[in-house]
């Protein structure tokens, strides 16, 4: 055995390890190249340029369906974080008391269901709805985002909440703040890098649904992703390629952020 | 004792606290009844789980008493919330607000009761004075060392005036050097300020030296309440002998009570001189209590015989292990000389004598 | 009794009233918008299909026979559904293949990224949580491009001569498969990697002085302390691949149907929503099974360490 023996060391971990982060990226990295491809195909180079860029900016329907997504994206991830919110402090920090069990099961109980399932109960219940009521807007997958959103945003304010002292509290209702002064003052401050984690991680995860936004979505009310979905399924454009490296961007920027947020410790 | 007033800041009557319900009851405290002086040092002692903190709690408004009252100069303050006592706590973490400067720390208190902000920035630089921390009123928290945290902890929960402050083990977290200059340091404060200090701590060397009184804690009861030097030279009972300082227990058969003294007639037929408590009747089987500095060792007949153990040297002085006669253990403390050894070996035979204020009865 | 003890129950219940209020949103949201439809779903698995979809409300076990039988049209008769059948096993089989395969990947490289430096463990980890909040269909489109006749994977064989023609993954299982455990890796990853950062590797050296040999020591100490970990990625990998949608829409090209591609047919050309109802009932039910196997496991393994 070498005179150095290593504690850590197991054979062909590092390897494997080595093939994952590269094979990770690899996919990744071919699909952000084509996008810069001046060729229509996406199998051969054609050499550098941004037409596709420009034909994605110039398609409405891409465009509509951007905007779309954020607005559902945006209005889904401040609702679900402030409910999350709300529902972290209600949750965390306590003796056990009855119905707690309870609501952590409610709260986490759409990541235990597959999409699917739900994309079709969605459609099941809001298809009533909407022969009730008349009203066909994007109220129905805005509610649907917000409600899965929920145990995402909840994750990092939880787990935020759970790592802050209680005594800090204690001190300020020690040294005369009010109930409310001391969650003003004290608890929403500490706690805003978690809120801030949520509210991203939702929005993220929002902006990414596919399945169930396929089934709650009514004719013209595309997302991003369900667009993309159609144009895939009807056949490979360089444009898609272009359309996906800036939703990339955007993803990195938003993780990026999140991850330094979330890291932040003061 | 110094020319203390004799009103009362704190009045603790008959307090239980029982925590969970059903089989799973725990009594942290059980009727627990004591006075705390105005403008006191006072001290609650006792090891974990015995119920100090809990008191504490319960006179900071954390936590509320199963039974009984807690007066605050005559006022029952057990049903208010923290935020409408006026007594301020120093937390065994310190719980400095992190996202706040120290400054900002001092003054929460004086902003909470809604004083205007040119008082609170003269009170703060007042505090920061008190406490030698005028050079870091602009760091954060979490800028400072750990011993300047505490400086900042204590100026906050004195900037608000208190009533009475409550100390939760404050110095646990500091090292040896440090804490000795804070025991000194919070002695000063107390001084200058003129506040009732409620101090909980597990260490009896800093209880005995800080306090004007103490009160033994064991198992949710207070045991005894006295000055340091009634604690260490009086203790009450055997746990309090027990827990401060070092202790030897002796049987003897108690005799001609009177006058806060009595006849102790030890299992080898000796008897001697012993303080006792009032009202304490004459019985057979009684603990006789001897610290091992009021013991000393002889070459010749003591009033106890028996054979050296073993030596353990300590610098200032050595403690000689001895087995007496009749099975039982005792401990020498002999101050140490430069030149001399103890003058004893294992083995040697030897006899102890216990002078005439050396020994106390135990009340159980 | 004390008054403050009356104070102090009334704080308790007031405590516990605010506690129900402040959840209460996010409860209702997930009522309406996720748990409470399941119910829906449920009922609907016993009616009778509608002639241009959705249902008429007469009860019918009809859907639930045809989950895994099929009645014959001539002479009534039932029998197993081989299409269906094909569609679950494929489902299961892959979900687990799935699973399984991340974990081999995976375990090696929480490990790798656990025994890194503190400093750049933080890289490692932000490196596996890029791909994880990366949109799923882009990677699935990512990986379409790769494996497709024209993609680089033939592209660069066939250039080195080492095939003539280009093989075919794209469109079958193995591209489903390919593309799942591409997606699904950073799951598995994730909470491995969780457990095995808090390993103390003094045991390791403890079991190295005990005569422990390298394997021993990955099987007999970190193995089983990390081992949380590794049913929480299972679980985590095997739920959204039992009822993954878009890998097998987009890299199964629509032919190699899963369990999910099954029930969006129902809703769609199918028009039987009873029939849809009762397979996604059926998907829940695996599913429930598998977190229930895992909430055993997990109380058998609860050993605290570290």
Redesign the interface.
């Known amino acids: 055995m070498a005179s150095n023996f290593s504690i850590k060391h197991q054979p062909g971990f590092t390897t494997i390890a080595a093939t994952c982060f590269v094979v990770l990226y690899l996919p990744i990295i071919v699909l952000v190249l084509y996008a810069f491809n001046a060729a229509s195909s996406t199998s051969e180079w054609g050499g550098f340029s941004l037409r596709w860029f420009q034909s994605a900016y110039q398609n409405t329907q891409v465009i509509d369906a951007t905007l779309r997504s954020f607005q559902i994206g945006a209005i889904a991830a401040v609702l679900s974080t402030i409910f999350a919110t709300m529902a972290a402090l209600a949750t965390t920090r306590t003796a056990p008391y009855p119905g707690l069990t309870f609501k952590y099961a409610a709260i986490n109980q759409p990541l235990m269901v597959p999409e699917i399932v739900t994309g079709v109960a969605l459609l099941i219940f809001f298809s009533r709805i909407k022969i009730f009521t008349g009203y066909s807007g994007l109220g129905y997958l805005i509610a649907a985002h917000t409600a899965f959103c929920i145990p995402f945003a909840y994750l990092p304010i939880r787990a935020r909440l759970e790592n802050m002292?209680l005594?800090?509290e204690?001190?300020?209702?020690?040294?005369?703040?009010?109930p409310w002064?001391t969650f003003r003052?004290?608890t929403l401050?500490?706690l805003w890098p978690g809120i801030l984690a949520g509210l991203m991680l939702a929005f993220v995860i929002s902006l990414d649904d596919v399945v169930i936004t396929e089934f709650v979505k009514s004719g013209g009310q595309d997302t991003l992703p369900t667009y993309m979905l159609g144009q895939i399924r009807r056949g490979v454009t360089p444009e898609i390629n272009a359309i996906s490296t800036a939703f990339l961007l955007l993803s990195v920027a938003i993780v990026t952020l999140f991850f330094f947020v979330s890291r932040k410790r003061? | 004792m110094p020319d203390k007033p004799d009103r009362n800041a704190i009045e603790v009557v008959n307090v239980s606290k029982i925590f969970g319900s059903g089989e799973g009851q725990v009594a942290a405290l059980d009727k627990v009844s004591v006075s705390i002086r105005e403008n006191e040092f006072f001290t609650l002692l006792g090891p974990s789980g015995c119920g100090k903190t809990t008191l504490l709690r319960l006179i900071?408004?954390?936590?509320?008493?199963?039974?009984?009252?807690?007066l605050l100069y005559g006022q029952?303050i057990?049903?208010l919330?923290?935020?409408?006592r006026p007594?301020?706590?120093v937390?065994q973490?310190y719980?400095?607000?992190?996202?706040m400067t120290v400054a900002d720390n001092i003054g929460?208190?004086l902003e909470?009761?809604g004083k205007p902000k040119g008082e609170i920035k003269a009170r703060v630089a007042e505090m920061l004075k008190l406490v030698k921390m005028e050079a870091l009123a602009g760091r954060r928290t979490?800028q400072i060392s750990g011993g300047q945290q505490q400086r900042v902890a204590l100026a906050?929960?004195l900037a608000?005036q208190p009533k009475v402050l409550l100390l939760d083990e404050p110095l646990s977290a500091l090292d040896y050097k440090l804490r000795k200059e804070m025991q000194i340091e919070l002695k000063r404060l107390q001084h200058e300020t003129g506040i009732t200090f409620i101090f909980v701590t597990h260490d009896q060397e800093e209880a005995l030296t800080m306090s004007d009184r103490i009160a033994v804690m064991s198992s949710g009861k207070i045991l005894q309440v006295g000055s340091p030097w009634d604690i260490y030279d009086k203790p009450a009972e055997r746990f309090v002998a027990d827990f401060i300082g070092e202790t030897n227990f002796l049987t003897a058969a108690i005799s001609g009570t009177g006058n806060g003294k009595a006849r102790a007639t030890l299992k080898s037929g000796t008897t001697i001189e012993a303080t006792v408590a009032e009202g304490f009747q004459p019985k057979d089987n009684a603990t006789v209590v001897v610290r091992p500095e009021h013991a000393k060792l002889t070459k010749d007949k003591g009033d106890l015989s028996g054979t050296v153990e073993n030596i353990v040297y300590f610098g200032t002085d050595t403690h000689i292990h001895v087995q007496l006669d009749g099975g039982e253990a005792f401990t020498v403390r002999q101050q140490n000389t430069r030149s001399a050894g103890c003058g004893f070996e294992r083995g040697d035979k030897v006899g102890i004598l216990i002078g005439n204020d050396a020994a106390q009865v135990l009340r159980d | 009794?004390?008054?403050?003890?009356?104070?102090?129950k009334a704080?308790e219940r007031r405590d516990v009233r605010d506690r129900w209020l402040l959840s209460a949103p996010a409860l209702l949201v997930i009522l309406l918008a996720a748990t409470g439809p399941l119910l829906i779903v449920l009922v609907y698995s016993f009616l009778t299909p509608g002639a241009y979809g959705d249902v008429k409300w007469q009860f019918s076990p009809d859907a639930w026979i045809s989950v895994f039988m099929e009645r014959d049209i001539f002479d009534d008769t039932l029998s197993l559904a081989a299409a269906h059948v094909t569609i679950f096993w494929r489902s299961i089989k892959l979900a687990v293949v799935t699973t399984l395969a991340t974990l081999a990947l995976g375990f090696p490289t929480a490990y790798f990224m656990a025994t890194r430096s503190e400093k750049t463990r933080d890289l490692w980890l932000f490196l596996i949580t890029i791909p994880f909040w990366t949109n799923l269909l882009i990677r699935t489109f990512a990986v379409l491009q790769i494996i497709r006749n024209e993609g680089i994977i033939n592209t660069i064989l066939l250039k080195l001569g080492i095939i003539s023609a280009p093989i075919q993954i794209l469109y079958t299982d193995t591209a489903i498969l390919i593309g799942m455990a591409y997606v699904y890796l950073p799951l598995m990853v994730l909470p491995i990697y969780a457990s095995m950062e808090k390993l103390d590797f003094r045991l390791v050296e403890a079991g190295y002085d005990l005569y422990a040999t390298r394997f021993k020591v990955l099987r007999k100490i970190i193995f089983p302390l990390v081992k949380p970990g590794v049913i929480a990625g299972s679980i985590l990998v095997f739920i959204p691949a039992l009822g993954a949608y878009v890998t097998p829409v987009v890299l199964g090209g629509g032919k190699n149907m899963m369990l999910s591609n099954l029930i969006e047919l129902q809703f769609g050309q199918g028009r039987n929503w009873p029939l849809g109802s009762a397979l996604s009932i059926t998907v829940m039910v695996i599913v429930m099974l598998a977190l229930l196997a895992y909430v055993r496991n997990a109380g058998k393994s609860g050993v605290r360490h570290g």
């Open positions: 002292d005594t800090l204690r001190a300020a209702a020690d040294l005369y703040a009010t002064k003052r004290i401050p500490l003061d | 900071a408004g954390f936590d509320f008493p199963t039974a009984g009252e807690i029952d057990a049903p919330p923290p935020f409408k007594v301020n706590t937390f973490s719980a400095l607000f992190p996202h929460f208190g909470m009761l979490a906050r929960a608000p | 009794m004390a008054a403050a003890e009356e104070v102090a704080a």
